[in-house]
T-cell receptor, first 112, second 113 residues
């Protein structure tokens, strides 16, 4: 059974710092991995999608990496800003039935 | 302009009542989903419809019944509400069934008292 874990559960850093969020999954039979952002009272916004054959994806100040064999992904945020404060969720798409299995998220606070 | 919308945003009701949550997407997508996010923030798939046909039906009490009148709408009706049904319910859509990027609605926070 696929399980997705995100560590840490919460993170608070000063503005301007580079930071890394971690996601691990127990079964490497995934189709892709996605990182989402969740803002309070709003829906989830897809940030990056990495196919299982890819190693990384970049969008602006965000870079996501995927190491399928070790069951890990990281989301790197460069030069963090207060507007980056949100909960970041990772989800893997199962190879077998294309369902998304979610982590519980990392709540990120960027202090001005 | 809202891509995926849900109504209502908040719903407070008493145990035993029946309630519905509505979802609409204007993206022209074929596939829609209902997710439940519990107090520990885990999201779990409940149902998925592809072009009005049910394709995913996870282990959900049969008090929950989805209805898709057309491919742009997916409603969730809940009978005999229980305290444990309190959660945030998210609707999402994707172009097709399968491993495509999903677009989420803002969520409906359901509180059962």
């Amino acid at each position: 059974k696929q399980e997705v874990t995100q560590i840490p559960a919460a993170l608070s850093v000063p503005e301007g710092e580079n930071l890394v969020l971690n996601c691990s999954f127990t079964d490497s039979a995934i189709y892709n991995l996605q990182w989402f952002r969740q803002d309070p009272g709003k829906g989830l916004t897809s940030l990056l999608l990495i196919q299982s054959s890819q190693r990384e994806q970049t969008s602006g100040r965000l870079n996501a990496s995927l190491d399928k064999s070790s069951g890990r992904s990281t989301l790197y945020i460069a030069a963090s800003q207060p507007g980056d404060s949100a909960t970041y969720l990772c989800a893997v798409t199962l190879d077998s039935n294309y369902q998304l299995i979610w982590g519980a998220g990392t709540k990120l606070i960027i202090k001005p | 302009d809202t891509a995926v919308s849900q109504t209502p945003k908040y719903l407070v009701t008493q145990m035993g009542n029946d309630k519905s949550i509505k979802c609409e997407q204007n993206l022209g997508h074929d596939t829609m989903y209902w997710y439940k996010q519990d107090s520990k923030k885990f999201l779990k798939i409940m149902f998925s419809y592809n072009n009005k046909e049910l394709i995913i039906n996870e282990t959900v009490p049969n008090r929950f019944s989805p209805k898709s009148p057309d491919k742009a709408h997916l409603n969730l009706h809940i009978n005999s509400l229980e305290l444990g049904d309190s959660a945030v319910y998210f609707c999402a859509s994707s172009p097709l069934a399968g491993a495509y990027e999903q677009y989420f609605g803002p969520g409906t926070r359901l509180t059962v008292t």
